[in-house]
């Protein structure tokens, strides 16, 4: 008796791992918590195998802790007699809805089994989307950055749900970041926007991630000086 949290990826069904397809692929009931995740999840997985769940757009935690003790009622007898499935985008374990269905399955549900498959996760992704080497040594911070909100104090910084680009520039830009953003990273047949011009992002949309740097931080790594030597030398 087994649920998976399978991690999706970005949104690019090529980037699913290969353990995260073939768990979707046997597992009995494959649940999705939004439409995004379910148009990744059926490209490897049947109509017949999706699970419903209803998930309503609230903030009210009594609301909230009702409907996911409602998904873990309707998701523990399918995991008790074969697999269930709950994926989500990027990874289960990174800023994501997985979390709750977790803590609700241990608490109501405990002899279910909740395994995890990661996933590409966006703080990651982004980094080759906007060509962007995070060096060793380099410090590396995960933040949320919703309303027009700009968390600053380290050298650098991921933020999630950008949802007011122009605003959350200023204050970046205020504070001495160079920001790069990137709406819909890897998702199949969406158009895909990586930018550091905020006029462009004006629309709010909550795949929006930024990339924020104080110019100059950290150490240049060894092989970016090599010198004047060539090619030809090495012969
Ligand atoms: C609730 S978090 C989910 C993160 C996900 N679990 C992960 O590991 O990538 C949602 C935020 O992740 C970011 N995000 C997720 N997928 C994205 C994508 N394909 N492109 C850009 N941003 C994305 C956005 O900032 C969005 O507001």
Not at 25 to 50: H, I, K, N, W
Not at 200 to 220: H, Q
């Amino acid at each position: 008796m087994t649920l998976y949290g399978v991690g999706l990826g970005p949104g690019d069904a090529g980037l699913i791992t290969i353990k995260g397809r073939e768990t979707l692929e046997s597992a009995d009931v494959v649940y999705t918590p939004g439409r995004l995740s379910r148009s990744v999840a059926t490209e490897y997985v049947d109509d017949e195998q999706l699970g419903d769940l209803d998930f309503p757009m609230t903030r009210d935690e009594d609301e909230l802790r009702d409907a996911w003790k409602a998904a873990a009622a309707e998701i523990a007898p399918t995991a008790a007699d074969g697999t269930a499935a709950f994926v989500t985008l990027g990874d289960p374990n990174v800023y994501s809805t997985f979390g709750h269905l977790r803590r609700t399955l241990d608490r109501f549900h405990p002899a279910v089994d909740v395994e995890v498959v990661p996933g590409v996760s966006t703080v990651t992704a982004f980094a080759t989307a906007f060509d962007v080497e995070i060096t060793a040594g380099s410090e590396l911070v995960l933040r949320e950055a919703a309303r027009g909100a700009a968390p600053v104090g380290p050298d650098r910084l991921v933020l999630f749900k950008v949802t007011d680009v122009p605003t959350t520039h200023e204050k970046l830009r205020e504070a001495g970041y160079d920001v790069t953003y990137g709406r819909r990273l890897f998702m199949n047949g969406h158009e895909t926007i990586v930018t550091d011009d905020p006029s462009r992002l004006e629309e709010r949309d909550y795949y929006t991630v930024a990339y924020a740097e104080k110019p100059g931080v950290g150490e240049a790594p060894a092989t970016a000086a090599f010198g004047a030597e060539t090619e030809a030398d090495d012969d």
